[in-house]
């Protein structure tokens, strides 16, 4: 085992319109496209859809346009394809999300190899920890819990599937991004301001790429309320055949049940344990 750090870590034309969405939606890793191939009606109506979060739970024309980066017509034309395809559910001026979205997001884990493969994984670290065990993607400036098994007690912080995190501020984010080539995390960083959760949030970049190259060396993540007040995580990789981070393992406490050294060095060799098993079949 590597040695422990401190518990706590201060730890228009297609190509017009990926432009603007670019600027105004998170930045992800994305395949580029030929020109001919880009369906820019699709793309503005995944804007509008992805414009709503826990910030903004209803919109009217204007705030979607502000948030998606198009016109307010093409917002509002939008909004009235996707209430009519059930999607979404108006009141004539403002909208907001159906359950009807849960089909996206079940069709994934539905047919999706990833969370089948992680499952009987994650529910064998949860039966040898008796504690909640979560298998997170990186998604532009968040991460995705694709995967969990566990007690319940803890889905207060939201730790349910489908759940979105901000990367910078967790132990999964910084561990999948801290995976980053030097040039994508820079490309990451590029013009970002790390948002405060908490106090204890690191927010200044030069500090947060040192955090980085620590978890890099050590190969796990510990991250104590920095993304909510009382709850202490630890993350580590999960790396596939080639070396390449595909995920990360979690598991998650509260501030009041922080491990000792030695149970936070058999919690951090479990979860890497689990980890090795994957690797030979993702």
Same mark, same amino acid.
């Given at each position: 085992?590597?040695?422990? /750090?401190?518990?706590? *870590?201060?730890?228009?034309?297609? #190509?017009?319109?990926?432009?603007?969405?670019?600027?105004?939606?998170?930045?992800?890793?994305?395949?580029?496209? &030929?020109?001919?191939?880009?369906?820019?009606?699709?793309?503005?109506?995944? @804007?509008?859809?992805?414009?709503?979060?826990?910030?903004?739970?209803?919109?009217?024309?204007?705030?979607? @346009?502000?948030?998606?980066?198009?016109?307010?017509? #093409?917002?509002?034309?939008? +909004?009235?394809?996707? &209430?009519?395809?059930?999607? +979404?559910?108006?009141?004539?001026?403002?909208?907001? %999300?159906?359950?009807?979205?849960?089909?996206?997001?079940?069709?994934?884990?539905?047919?999706?190899?990833? /969370?089948?493969?992680?499952? /009987?994984?994650?529910?064998? %670290?949860?039966?040898?920890?008796?504690?909640?065990?979560? &298998?997170?993607?990186?998604?532009?400036?968040? *991460?995705?819990?694709?995967?969990?098994?566990?007690?319940?007690?803890?889905?207060?912080?939201?730790?349910?599937?489908?759940?979105?995190?901000?990367?910078?501020?967790?132990?999964?984010?910084?561990?999948?991004?801290?995976?980053?080539?030097?040039?994508?995390?820079?490309?990451?960083?590029?013009?970002? #301001? %790390?948002?405060?959760?908490?106090?204890?949030?690191?927010?200044?970049?030069?500090?947060?790429?040192?955090? %980085?190259?620590? *978890?890099?060396?050590?190969?796990?993540?510990?991250?104590?309320?920095?993304?909510?007040?009382?709850?202490? &995580?630890?993350? *580590?990789?999960?790396?596939?055949?080639?070396?390449?981070?595909?995920? @990360?393992?979690?598991?998650?406490?509260?501030?009041?049940?922080? /491990?000792?050294?030695?149970?936070?060095?058999? +919690?951090?060799?479990? +979860?890497?344990?689990?980890?090795?098993?994957?690797?030979?079949?993702?």
């Amino acid at each position: 085992m590597p040695n422990l /750090p401190k518990l706590v *870590v201060d730890s228009v034309s297609s #190509a017009g319109l990926a432009h603007r969405l670019d600027e105004h939606a998170p930045k992800r890793r994305e395949k580029p496209v &030929a020109r001919d191939d880009y369906v820019a009606g699709l793309a503005k109506g995944l @804007a509008v859809l992805e414009s709503f979060d826990t910030e903004r739970q209803k919109m009217n024309a204007t705030v979607a @346009a502000q948030r998606s980066g198009i016109t307010r017509t #093409a917002a509002r034309r939008h +909004l009235l394809t996707l &209430a009519s395809l059930g999607y +979404l559910e108006t009141d004539g001026s403002h909208y907001w %999300l159906t359950s009807r979205v849960l089909r996206l997001s079940g069709s994934y884990l539905a047919s999706a190899r990833l /969370p089948k493969v992680m499952q /009987p994984t994650l529910n064998r %670290l949860s039966v040898q920890t008796g504690e909640s065990i979560s &298998a997170v993607v990186l998604d532009g400036d968040e *991460v995705v819990i694709v995967g969990r098994s566990g007690p319940t007690r803890l889905l207060a912080y939201g730790l349910h599937l489908g759940a979105r995190l901000p990367a910078h501020a967790t132990s999964t984010g910084r561990v999948l991004l801290a995976a980053l080539s030097p040039g994508e995390l820079e490309s990451w960083l590029s013009g970002k #301001a %790390l948002r405060r959760l908490t106090p204890h949030t690191v927010v200044n970049a030069d500090e947060f790429r040192t955090l %980085l190259e620590r *978890v890099r060396s050590d190969d796990y993540c510990i991250a104590d309320q920095e993304h909510e007040r009382g709850v202490y &995580a630890i993350a *580590v990789p999960v790396r596939n055949l080639n070396g390449e981070t595909e995920a @990360a393992l979690n598991v998650v406490l509260s501030a009041q049940r922080i /491990p000792s050294r030695e149970q936070l060095r058999d +919690l951090i060799f479990v +979860l890497q344990d689990g980890a090795s098993e994957l690797r030979g079949l993702i």
